[in-house]
């Protein structure tokens, strides 16, 4: 009943753009935090971005700031990952996650904090 379910992955150049989505079903994307990671062959998942229930407090890891923007649209109850200037290192599969917070305007990219719900994931590829 409850699906979280990434889209919009795909094989592209470096340099190009990709705009991920994380459709929520089962319940209300308002009470939760998001959480984009991803995962290479062979390396442990790495926390991306994150955005607050309410929008105001989002989250960048060094390496995608800059590049990446995440938002939130409360009509779709789906949150995006829009990605710009990739790069080859950016290629593996990302994952959102969601967890229901206390606060408005609170998330994080900490694993070890736990996370209620996971997608299954969509596959980013940046190849010439």
């Known amino acids: 009943q409850v699906h979280l379910v990434e889209s919009g992955g795909g094989l592209v150049q470096p340099g190009g753009s990709l705009r991920l989505s994380c459709a929520v079903s089962?319940?209300?994307?308002?009470?939760?935090?998001i959480t984009w990671f991803r995962q290479a062959p062979g390396k442990e998942r790495e926390g991306v971005s994150c955005i607050s229930r309410s929008g105001e407090s989002t989250f960048y890891a060094d390496s995608v700031k800059g590049r990446f923007t995440i938002s939130r649209d409360k009509a779709k109850n789906t949150v995006f990952l829009q990605m710009n200037s990739l790069k080859p290192e950016d290629t593996a599969v990302y994952y959102c996650a969601a967890v229901r917070t206390l606060g408005t305007a609170v998330c994080w990219v900490d694993y070890s904090r736990g996370y209620d719900y996971w997608g299954q994931g969509t596959q980013v590829t940046v190849s010439s």
């Open positions: 089962g319940f209300t994307l308002d009470y939760y935090a």
